[in-house]
């Protein structure tokens, strides 16, 4: 099946810093979701991406889909962004959603 | 206010018994999703339903089983219970499964197998 990494496993930040978290995927897809799972456990849906460019605020994502990779970018980081960052692909063809082991992000005050 | 409840929120589960896990939502979507989650694996698909009436098997479906008799429910049956079912397990639903659309998750159930 399709195999998702996503680096740096663990990242620890100033807050105001800015950081880029990774996902590669070894198959094509047409469904890539980032979530972030918060401290209370909460899993919320950050961007659906399959491809291109999109922008949330502070947030913001790319995903290449020829060359298998997403990246999430933090601008600005809060303590508020403190948590587990997944990246979800769907392979093209396919029907299941498979998650990435995550990046752990702390932001330190 | 819309989105998915499970329930319960935290169960402690002696070896051997069933449980039934409750998921449910009010969007109206048509896919819906079980999740287990492990320290250190991340999370991993169970079961899933693109639509009332059908169900599938994930990942990890050994053990569990699902129906899908409506549209706003889907429960996760555990047959007989054992410690390496201990995880935290979370109901997720989209519009239509596979590609075009994005996951709501519900809160969780945190199981714990004795």
């Known amino acids: 099946g399709i195999q998702v990494e996503q680096s740096p496993p663990d990242l620890i930040l100033q807050e105001g810093a800015n950081s880029t978290l990774r996902c590669n995927f070894s198959d094509s897809v047409n469904n890539l979701q980032w979530f972030h799972q918060n401290p209370w456990g909460q899993l919320i849906n950050l961007f659906y991406i399959p491809s291109g460019t999109k922008q949330n605020g502070r947030l913001s994502a790319t995903t290449v889909a020829t060359e298998r990779y997403s990246l999430l970018y933090i601008s600005s980081s809060q303590t508020t962004d403190s948590g587990v960052y997944f990246c979800a692909v769907v392979n093209t063809g396919g029907f299941k959603t498979i998650f990435g082991a995550g990046t752990r992000l702390f932001v330190k005050a | 206010i819309a989105g998915i409840t499970q329930a319960p929120t935290s169960q402690i589960l002696a070896a051997g018994r069933r449980m039934t896990l409750r998921c449910t939502q009010d969007m109206r979507h048509n896919a819906m999703y079980w999740y287990r989650q492990d320290l250190g694996l991340g999370l991993r698909l169970i079961h899933y339903s693109n639509t009332a009436g059908t169900t599938g098997k994930g990942e990890v479906p050994d053990g569990y089983s699902v129906s899908r008799a409506n549209t706003d429910d889907f429960p996760l049956t555990l047959a007989s219970a054992v410690p390496s079912q201990t995880s935290v397990y979370f109901c997720?639903?989209?519009?239509?499964?596979?590609?075009?659309?994005?996951?709501?998750f519900g809160s969780g159930t945190r199981l714990t197998v004795v």
């Open positions: 997720a639903s989209s519009v239509s499964g596979g590609a075009g659309y994005g996951y709501t």
